[in-house]
């Protein structure tokens, strides 16, 4: 089992950068896949960023280049770089850690990009 707590949104102007925080109960290092998730109302959630155990990354179409995906062992965390936003990155983001078939999901934290 896999606890997170994910942190670190706000209000941020188009252009700014901000950077989310998840928490994990275990060593992300050994949880198969983790991942950076958004949801709006007007939209289903989908996946921002994805990172493997291995290391690899993936990261939505709309997002590359500007997002960031990284983890830290020592700390048992994994964040989400967030730069150059745009008004339509404004969502809930969720942290999700899946591991022996089951998802995982941190309470939410909203980003809200505005002038």
């Known amino acids: 089992q896999v606890q997170l707590a994910d942190s670190g949104g706000g209000l941020v102007q188009p252009g700014g950068s901000l950077r989310l925080f998840c928490a994990a109960s275990?060593?992300?290092?050994?949880?198969?896949?983790m991942g950076w998730y958004r949801q709006t109302p007007w939209k289903e959630r989908e996946l921002v960023a994805g990172?493997?155990?291995?290391?690899?990354?993936n990261y939505a179409d709309s997002v590359k280049g500007r997002f960031a995906i990284s983890r830290d062992k020592a700390k048992n965390m994994v964040y989400l770089e967030m730069n150059s936003v745009k008004p339509e990155d404004t969502a809930v983001y969720y942290c999700?850690?899946?591991?022996?078939?089951?998802?995982?999901w941190g309470p939410g934290t909203q980003v809200t990009v505005s002038s």
């Open positions: 999700s850690a899946v591991e022996a078939g089951f998802t995982y």
């Open positions: 275990r060593s992300v290092f050994n949880i198969a896949f």
């Open positions: 990172i493997r155990s291995l290391g690899s990354t």
